[in-house]
């Protein structure tokens, strides 16, 4: 079985994945869409100590 990690775009979250992840977990693929770290929802951890390595 295949893995997915779905990444969003630079102002989304894990939600922009919202309409092809349903999809993909009904053909029988694991399929994670994380909010990283600064975005979206989750904007109040943004901070200048945030960075690729972060994520």
């Known amino acids: 079985m295949a893995t997915f990690v779905l990444v969003q775009c630079a102002v989304g979250?894990?939600?922009?994945?919202?309409?092809?992840?349903?999809?993909?977990?009904?053909?029988?693929l694991d399929v994670y869409t994380p909010t990283l770290t600064g975005f979206s929802e989750?904007?109040?951890l943004a901070s200048p100590q945030?960075?690729?390595d972060t994520h």
């Open 13 to 28: 979250g894990g939600g922009c994945c919202r309409w092809v992840a349903p999809e993909l977990r009904a053909a029988g």
């Open 42 to 44: 989750r904007v109040h």
């Open 50 to 52: 945030v960075d690729l």
